[in-house]
């Protein structure tokens, strides 16, 4: 069966200790305003969810993604993500998720409207 993918979601956990909270918050408010995005790639639909850890903080952003945009989206975030990196103890992962809509039919079944 194939299926044509086109709602997806990419999914970014940041992780940074706490004791560079303001050296992270600077960074991001650059990296951000400087940011190649546009809302013809994707849309942040959760841009900024912090928790607290024991060892610093857990950042997540969510950005559904344009029918089409994924790769282009991808290439933009990651070189955002990698100027984060720069900050000691700095580490991210970026999943793709793709909607209920996307993979209900992937088994059989289709979503619940």
Do not use: C, W
Not at 9 to 33: F, Q
């Amino acid at each position: 069966m194939e299926v044509d993918i086109q709602m997806v979601y990419l999914m970014i956990n940041s992780y940074y200790p706490g004791h560079k909270l303001k050296e992270v918050g600077d960074k991001y408010i650059r990296v951000r305003n400087e940011s190649e995005l546009k809302p013809s790639h994707a849309k942040r639909i959760v841009p900024v969810g912090v928790y607290s850890t024991t060892n610093g903080f857990r950042v997540t952003a969510i950005y559904d993604v344009k029918p089409g945009q994924l790769e282009e989206s991808i290439r933009i975030l990651t070189k955002s993500m990698l100027i984060l990196t720069e900050i000691e103890g700095y580490t991210y992962t970026m999943e793709v998720l793709l909607s209920g809509t996307e993979a209900m039919p992937m088994i059989g079944m289709k979503m619940p409207e």
